[in-house]
């Protein structure tokens, strides 16, 4: 290997190593690293498998990924925090540029570009969520929601949390460990038919204590929340902040969270223009009202439009920087570093794509297509096609236990007719028994939907 | 037509300069960006407009205030935004210390844009995704091999959530021990990366900061004043910021552990030490790698990224799950750690940076990846010996060789010309370079970190010491030409403090913008 110059490294070539070591003043490149104790340099190759070359890795490479099955072959109804949504050619096209996929740290001088598309993000997300204030992304909903709670529980000087039972467990276990040991959690308990929040429940655990209430509208189990008005009243007149998690591409038909008295609002951009790459299309986002108390409990990033010392141009900076970890170290907002900020610029691509009318017809799309996708699966005997009977938007708790049959075992046979079933609900929603979260969205034709549909009634009629 | 004569050292550069308005700017009322998937008329038909559903408290009664443009306009505007941005594929990025900027193999992004791996959803049935899931296992056991570690876990998507986890594990583990309350100290070094501290502390803990001694090395007799029964872990990144690596880490982690600490080690600058010394005969317990710094996965602006976890096999249990298993032929999820912190990420992680990073070191090999960490050991020194040869740069503690990167200082320059790290960013931007002012709190004066890594020839790497030599000169002879900085950028210096930390004059978003900016216009 070391005979040969890698093309991934120029200064492999022997001639330029020994005029540079000879700049150096040393004799090989090994004697530079002296600092390293003997004892600690390893003796033997490390046991790696065989360099490829670029050819023999393409081969290598795609043939694993033959192993999979993608929701491009297969019919694909899982939701549950990852989502399949239509992703403008656009949306590709900017996020693969050289100069966003592989730009960092630049100033605003040589970046201006990245500054200036993570603003118009900000300030795009900020018309979709009604708000003044839009952070950089994070890395994910799971952490924006520990953090937005995190940040409540800094504005307000309490340490308990209230959480909707209905929150996603995926992101109830992040909240957690991102709020352990400070901060304490207690579940409020919801209504079984409806999925809406127990307001009694709420109001018993509303103690002078508790910071944040943190739920999620639509829902984790696809119900919209309606009594978020209710809900805002109990919680201000106990100055507890109201926290709301949301689906952003639910947006253009449901009333954004500061419609019904959200402090902070957050969410996943994926829904977004992100491919769902195994989950590694998530991003956070966490927003709020222009109130300096919560401007300055942001951990994260947050840019802004300045003048520049000419007239006529507008440049771009952190906004009080010296709130970030990266200025304080232990003393900062908690912590920050690399985020998901070519997400946070490819959902501004997306959202300037669709505009007003696009995010309504989206959304509206989408209610069509589940509303739909539960209507039909309902007809069929033994299925309840939305157990619960709140509306719904783009997820919905399909019920078989009149089947006989588990969830496991529909999906199974689903699978053999190339159909990604819904997630299992069993284990983490055992009141609903053998149920399913199924996930419809514009995606979906009626011919997919059908075809669903009479997959489970093959299935159940065996 | 004359041969063009290239003897002038540095590079005329002009960043690109479109003076693109703000996009809402662009709003013509009536355009469209995207034609949707439309909804079926039979579908409509059965469910009506599926909105009338929604309980009228929670209808949007107005629609987002978002532009209406065309879709070319919107092409054209982002792609003026990505010609404003000096991506690292642009320049000779080695500027950015501490972050590793290398190549990126365009044969990676071919291969993470396969529908195969985009496609996927993380909650299909495991035989569907036994592809990806190899690919995550393979990582696996090859940074075991690298690191010396018995697992891993690719779930946080940062080097700062990879500290985070390491943390959150720590506590887990002195909780599992009864010692949850009794230790509450977190020891680290002010050269460790800033996250290190900060994480530390969202776990609750106490940071105790150690100083180097006179030549740069952690303090080994600080350690032992500071270490006791209330020390829950010790984080450290070696080599350090400084690029000086610490020679007694052995002797670090054993102390710790004899106190009843865990180690963990920030390896987020791995780039010299791949093949030649690892985190397992050092002594730590964890350890963790950006694979989007070492392993050539893209920055990517600031992430999706991924912090790679490592641990021994003590601290399996302890790890976010699921982590990928492999027996009989056959790869799956295993959910069950019996002491698992939960989870740091939702679902598996930034599958992209995984596939990315195995897909370098097959390309690489054990044999490519030592020659990695040397080339990259020699460009940092053959640069340190000629940025010291610049006039009033220097770099402080212990002569001699460093390993990835070096923390220079401009103190002397500035106390004899007046110009500052920050004007020198500024004039870098002239010539087409990129360069950072380095980590807070600024223990070296005037500081900035250079780290060439592998991926620069000699030729790219004189360019970059031009660049410097020649602000030297001009701050030494013309300083104004440099405090004025940047003459050929896409904007002027912008008023920073005055309206970047003040309350009253800050627009996070445009609607903010325009808010303030008709204020203002209706008082004068």
Redesign the interface.
């Known amino acids: 290997?070391?005979q040969k110059v890698?093309p991934?490294?120029?200064?492999?070539v022997p001639e330029?190593?020994a005029?540079?070591?000879k700049?150096?003043?040393?004799k090989s490149?090994?004697?530079?690293?002296?600092?390293?104790?003997e004892?600690?340099?390893?003796k033997e190759?490390?046991?790696?498998?065989?360099?490829?070359t670029?050819y023999e890795?393409?081969r290598?490479?795609?043939g694993?990924?033959?192993?999979?099955?993608?929701?491009?072959e297969?019919l694909?109804f899982?939701g549950?925090?990852?989502w399949?949504h239509?992703i403008?050619a656009?949306c590709?096209?900017?996020n693969?540029?050289?100069?966003?996929?592989?730009?960092?740290?630049?100033?605003?001088?040589?970046?201006?570009?990245?500054f200036?598309?993570?603003?118009?993000y900000?300030?795009?997300l900020?018309?979709?969520v009604?708000m003044?204030?839009?952070n950089?992304?994070t890395?994910?909903?799971?952490?924006a929601a520990a953090t937005s709670i995190?940040m409540a529980a800094r504005i307000t000087g309490r340490k308990k949390v209230l959480l909707a039972k209905t929150v996603a467990s995926?992101?109830m276990?992040?909240i957690?460990?991102?709020g352990?040991?400070?901060l304490e959690f207690e579940f409020v308990q919801f209504d079984t038919k409806s999925g809406a929040m127990d307001l009694a429940d709420l109001q018993e655990k509303l103690t002078e204590d508790v910071a944040a209430l943190y739920f999620e509208?639509p829902s984790y189990l696809g119900f919209?929340?309606?009594q978020?008005?209710e809900i805002s009243t109990l919680l201000k007149a106990n100055e507890t902040l109201m926290v709301v998690g949301v689906d952003p591409i639910s947006?253009?038909?449901?009333?954004?969270p500061s419609?019904?008295g959200a402090d902070i609002v957050c969410g996943d951009l994926q829904p977004l223009g992100m491919?769902?790459?195994?989950?590694?299309g998530?991003?956070g986002f966490i927003a709020s009202h222009?109130d300096?108390k919560v401007?300055n409990e942001y951990p994260s990033?947050?840019?802004?439009?300045?003048?520049?010392?000419?007239e006529g141009?507008?440049?771009?900076?952190?906004?009080?920087?010296?709130r970030t970890?990266?200025?304080?170290?232990?003393?900062?907002k908690?912590?920050?570093?690399?985020?998901?900020?070519?997400?946070g610029?490819t959902a501004?691509?997306y959202?300037?794509?669709?505009?007003?009318?696009?995010?309504?017809?989206?959304?509206?799309?989408?209610?069509?297509?589940s509303?739909?996708a539960a209507?039909e699966l309902n007809q069929i005997a033994g299925v309840t096609g939305s157990r619960l009977h709140s509306?719904f938007f783009k997820e919905f708790i399909v019920d078989f236990n009149q089947t006989g049959y588990s969830v496991e075992q529909i999906?199974?046979e689903l699978?053999k007719k190339e159909i990604?079933g819904g997630?299992d609900l069993s284990l983490e929603f055992p009141e609903f028994g053998q149920s399913a979260l199924f996930c419809v969205t514009?995606?979906h034709?009626?011919e997919d939907?059908d075809q669903l549909v009479q997959a489970i009634k093959d299935i159940l009629a065996k | 037509m004359k041969r063009i004569q290239r003897t002038k050292k540095t590079r005329d550069f002009h960043q690109a300069k479109w003076n693109e308005p703000i996009i809402f700017e662009l709003h013509q009322p009536g355009e469209k960006g995207v034609e949707l998937p439309p909804v079926n008329d039979k579908i409509a038909l059965a469910v009506g407009d599926g909105t009338s559903a929604i309980p009228v408290a929670m209808q949007r009664r107005s629609k987002p205030n978002l532009p209406e443009i065309g879709q070319a306009r919107v092409l054209r505007h982002y792609l003026r935004l990505s010609q404003e941005t000096l991506g690292s594929d642009f320049n000779v990025e080695i500027g950015q210390g501490t972050c590793t900027m290398k190549y990126i193999p365009r044969i990676n992004e071919l291969l993470v844009r396969d529908p195969k791996m985009m496609e996927l959803h993380p909650l299909q049935n495991e035989d569907t995704v036994q592809g990806m899931l190899e690919i995550f296992y393979k990582l696996d056991l090859c940074m075991r091999e690298i690191s010396g570690m018995d697992y891993f876990s690719f779930q946080p998507s940062s080097g700062t959530q990879a500290l985070f986890a390491m943390a959150s594990i720590v506590r887990k583990y002195h909780e599992q021990k009864d010692e949850g309350d009794q230790r509450d100290e977190i020891i680290t070094t002010i050269f460790s990366h800033p996250s290190q501290a900060a994480t530390a502390a969202v776990k609750g803990y106490k940071i105790i900061t150690l100083h180097p001694d006179e030549n740069g090395f952690p303090d080994i007799e600080k350690l032992k004043a500071v270490v006791s029964e209330r020390t829950a872990g010790f984080v450290v990144a070696n080599p350090e910021d400084t690029g000086i690596f610490n020679p007694k880490i052995k002797e670090f982690t054993d102390i710790v552990h004899q106190a009843g600490g865990l180690c963990f080690y920030d390896q987020a600058n791995a780039n010299g030490l791949l093949g030649i010394t690892r985190a397992k005969e050092a002594g730590f317990d964890m350890c963790f790698f950006n694979l989007h710094k070492t392993f050539a996965a893209p920055h990517m602006c600031g992430g999706p990224a991924t912090g790679a976890l490592g641990v021994t096999a003590a601290l399996k249990e302890f790890l976010p799950a699921p982590i990928v298993d492999y027996k009989e032929g056959k790869y799956s999820l295993q959910h069950d750690l019996e002491h698992s912190i939960g989870k740091v990420r939702s679902f598996h992680g930034v599958a992209q940076t995984v596939l990315r990073a195995y897909a370098w070191i097959r390309a690489l090999g054990a044999g490519g990846l030592k020659e990695v960490a040397k080339t990259a050991v020699l460009n940092n020194n053959y640069m340190y010996h000629k940025v010291l040869a610049i006039r009033g740069a220097g770099a402080p503690y212990v002569k001699g060789h460093r390993l990835e990167q070096v923390r220079y200082s401009w103190e002397q320059l500035t106390k004899e010309t007046g110009v500052t790290t920050e004007d020198i960013q500024l004039r870098m931007t002239d010539f087409g370079l990129h360069y950072w002012t380095s980590h807070h709190p600024y223990i070296v004066k005037q500081p900035f970190t250079l780290e060439p890594t592998e991926s620069y020839s000699k030729e790219d790497l004189d360019e970059y010491i031009n660049a410097l030599e020649q602000i030297s000169n001009e701050a030494y002879e013309n300083p104004e030409i440099v405090k004025s900085a940047p003459h050929t950028s896409t904007i002027h210096k912008i008023d920073e403090q005055d309206y970047l930390d003040n309350p009253e004059k800050w627009c996070i978003t445009w609607r903010t913008y325009l808010k303030k900016t008709e204020a203002y216009d209706l008082v004068n």
């Open positions: 290997m070391s890698h991934y490294i120029p200064n492999m330029v190593q005029q540079m070591l700049v150096i003043g040393a490149i090994m004697e530079l690293y002296s600092g390293i104790p004892e600690l340099q390893l190759d490390l046991k790696l498998p065989p360099a490829l670029e890795l393409r290598h490479i795609e694993i990924l033959n192993k999979n099955t993608s929701a491009k297969y694909n899982l549950a925090g990852c399949q239509f403008p656009v590709d096209e900017i693969q540029r050289s100069e966003f996929l592989t730009a960092y740290a630049g100033e605003p001088y040589e970046d201006h570009g990245r200036q598309a993570l603003y118009e900000q300030s795009l900020a018309e979709l009604d003044d204030v839009v950089v992304p890395f994910d909903w799971g952490q995190r995926e992101r276990k992040i957690i460990n991102y352990t040991p400070e509208n919209i929340e309606a978020g008005t947006l253009g038909v449901l009333a954004p419609h019904y491919h769902m790459n195994f989950s590694g998530q991003a222009n300096l401007v990033r947050l840019f802004g439009i300045v003048p520049t010392v000419k141009e507008y440049g771009f900076g952190d906004v009080a920087y010296e970890s990266f200025a304080q170290r232990e003393n900062g908690e912590s920050v570093g690399t985020q998901t900020a070519l997400w610029i501004g691509v959202l300037a794509l669709l505009g007003p009318n696009g995010m309504q017809e989206v959304g509206q799309t989408i209610m069509q297509n509303q739909y209507q509306s999906n199974q699978l990604f997630k514009e995606v034709t009626k939907i």
